[in-house]
């Protein structure tokens, strides 16, 4: 597939989106982004923003699987994977798969539940399987999982295990729409279209999984120079050494990176990557794979002024 067709399909399923989702032009972009990688992403914002819209409106575009799993306190690792039942009549265990054997899996408010259950997705997040039972069942590509999350200040939230965070390739960060958005979101309403009911919005399926897969096997050869490595390297591994931050970002955010520069450049037309690219996705790939220190948080210190002053005080390569 050419650069000129993965821009092409990326414009076209921005344009979808946005018959439904009025503004959040950055997230739109995001997950799109991370769906040409493969990656999973993690959505956080207040209720009633607009999280889990996207992705239902996502699944209408793409002609592939899709599950929602409504995440609460009381769902089990089974609930999420399947479990086995024995069959009477045959004397014999028969599997039954679990709503995350699907294309793209919505996991709906992923902090209500505790970490036994958050940790159930670890395996299919990264190995693309499910182990039950000492059985490993091998998940259909393309797999990403889309999970949103309230913030951690609200009552009734457990906070995801570090390990899981680190297999979000982006957290995408939503807040509340300009007034003229809202103005938008009424006007859907009061022309009759309802969120509810995504038909009346006119959507049309514009891909399908083999073009997904075929979207990224070809951004794989999306060309980047050595310099623009290094330059990747080179900010991860201040994120290990700042002043403010008391864990820095592991090897898996270096690769991230990579992967979604690459997917980035793509989508915008290019077969090679540009130091831009990085300094545009750097916040997405790294706010949840750092922790400041105590004395930071007390006073105030926000994670993304700590990005943006580290990408300032790494020379970018000249093109």
């Known amino acids: 597939m050419e650069v000129a067709q993965i821009e092409k399909a990326f414009d076209r399923a921005v ?19 991370a769906l040409f990688c493969e990656g999973n992403v993690l959505i956080e914002g207040v209720p009633g923003l607009g ?3 996207l992705v239902n409106t996502l699944s209408k575009i793409l002609s592939c699987d899709f599950n929602r799993i409504q995440f609460t306190p009381d769902l089990m690792p089974s609930d999420v994977t399947g479990h086995s039942i024995y069959n009477m009549k045959d004397r014999e265990f028969v599997f039954n798969p679990g709503p995350i054997f699907t294309n793209l899996l919505l996991a709906d408010e992923i902090n209500r539940a505790p970490a036994k259950t958050q940790s159930s997705l670890l395996e299919a997040m990264q190995e693309r399987q499910v182990t039950v039972d000492g059985t490993t069942y091998s998940l259909d590509r393309p797999f990403i999982t889309i999970a949103t999350q309230n913030p951690l200040e609200q009552e009734g ?12 390739m982006f957290k995408l960060l939503v807040d509340y729409p300009t007034q003229e ?4 979101i009424l006007n859907h309403y009061a022309s009759g279209r309802d969120n509810r009911e995504l038909a009346s919005f006119g959507l049309k399926a514009i891909m399908q999984a083999e073009h997904v897969l075929a979207i990224q096997k070809a951004i794989g050869h999306i060309i980047i120079e050595p310099q623009v490595i290094h330059y ?9 050494n700042w002043h403010t931050v008391e864990v820095g970002a592991s090897p898996r955010a270096s690769v991230n990176l990579l992967l979604a520069s690459r997917a980035l450049a793509a989508c915008r037309g290019r077969d090679f990557v540009v ?10 790939v790294l706010r949840h794979r750092m922790r400041l220190k105590p004395e930071a948080e007390i006073e105030g210190v926000a994670m993304e002024d700590v990005i943006r002053e580290i990408l300032e005080s790494v020379e970018a390569p000249r093109q």
């Open 157 to 168: 939230t457990y906070p995801l295990p570090e390990a899981q965070l680190d297999r979000f």
């Open 181 to 184: 958005q809202e103005d938008g």
């Open 232 to 240: 990747i390297t080179s900010v991860v591994h201040k994120t290990r």
């Open 275 to 284: 130091p831009d690219d990085v300094k545009e996705l750097a916040a997405w």
């Open 15 to 33: 344009e979808e989106i946005q018959k439904v989702v009025v503004g959040q032009r950055e997230l739109i972009e995001g997950v799109l982004i």
């Open 51 to 53: 999280k889990t819209l």
